[in-house]
Each structure stands twice: as structure tokens, then as C-alpha cells.
């Protein structure tokens, strides 16, 4: 294989440096900083001691040395990016968790609503006055936020939903 040329060697630090700050930027980061931005910074450092061993090594450097600790802290990076990834796929299912059972919970309070909606007097006359004025201001309060919480649902939902009236 060839030498890549004194131009290529020197377009390479560029990309090399550029590398390295990122990682710095990152070490420097009081969060930890992105791991998938170090993964790839990693890599790119890689890349160069890789492609310009012959020269490092003609200058004293043990690129072997080297790849060998670079890949131990790709490692620690790689995990940190699984245990990022897991958790972002925890928050996601929670999410989406809450989602439905706020959809599932807007579902019976739409129904319950429909429900006191449509009873008769004689219905409403079988509640306890005390009681019916407080039937009447929780109707009322839901009455007000129902068109808030169906618009939160999606639209086949809140179609089936409105379809029910």
C-alpha cells in the first residue's frame, strides 16, 4: 500500500484535530457530553493512525500502543451509548405508556360525561340534592376541559369518540 502524500498527511491533521477538539469538548462537557459524538470522534482518530501508521511509527510513535488504548475507551464510549440508547427507549415506552393511559382515562371521562348528559329527571332526582350540585360543578369542570383532552387524542380516537355523541 502507499504512502499517502505529504498534502493527504497534512489534510488528515486537520480532520485529526478537529477529532481531538471534539473530544476535549466533550471531556470538557460538565454533562459527560454526547457519546455518540465521541464514538465517532474515536473513529476518525482511528482512521488517521491507522492510514498514517508507517509515518507515526518512523517518528517514534507505538501505534499499536495506542489503537490498543483508543479501543479500550471506545469500549466504556460504546456502552455508554447502549445505556443512553436504553434509556431513551425507557423515557419512549413511558411516554407512550402515559399516553394511552391519558387516552384510555380521556375515553371514560367522555363517556362518564355522556352518561350524566343523558339522564332524566327522574334520574337526577334519585341523587341526593347535596350531591347533585356536586355531580353538576365536576360535569361542568370536565365539560370545560373535554375539547382540550380530545384534541390531545388522536384523530381516529377522538373521531370514534365524537362518533359516540
Known amino acids: 500500500m502507499n504512502d499517502p502524500s505529504a498534502a493527504e498527511f497534512e489534510e488528515d491533521c486537520r480532520a485529526l484535530d478537529a477529532a481531538l477538539g471534539t473530544m ?11 457519546p455518540h459524538e465521541h464514538l465517532a470522534a474515536s473513529e476518525s482518530i482511528r482512521q488517521f493512525y491507522v492510514k498514517h501508521r508507517s509515518r507515526l511509527e ?7 500502543a495506542f489503537l490498543h488504548e483508543l479501543a479500550g475507551q471506545v469500549k466504556v464510549y460504546a456502552k455508554a451509548v447502549e445505556a443512553e440508547d436504553k434509556a431513551t427507549d425507557a423515557y419512549l415506552d413511558a ?4 399516553a394511552e393511559a391519558y387516552a384510555q382515562l380521556t375515553e371514560y371521562e367522555f363517556k362518564i360525561l355522556q352518561y350524566f348528559e343523558n339522564m332524566s329527571e327522574a ?5 341526593p340534592p347535596e350531591h347533585q350540585k356536586e355531580v353538576r360543578a365536576a360535569l361542568d369542570r370536565v365539560k370545560e376541559e373535554m375539547p382540550e383532552w380530545l384534541a390531545s387524542l388522536p384523530i ?8 359516540l355523541e
Open 123 to 127: 334520574d337526577w332526582a334519585a341523587i
Open 95 to 98: 411516554r407512550a405508556n402515559q
Open 156 to 163: 381516529e380516537k377522538r373521531r370514534q369518540l365524537e362518533g
Open 24 to 34: 476535549l469538548d466533550q471531556d470538557e462537557d460538565p454533562d459527560g457530553g454526547d
Open 58 to 64: 518512523a517518528d517514534g510513535i507505538d501505534v499499536t
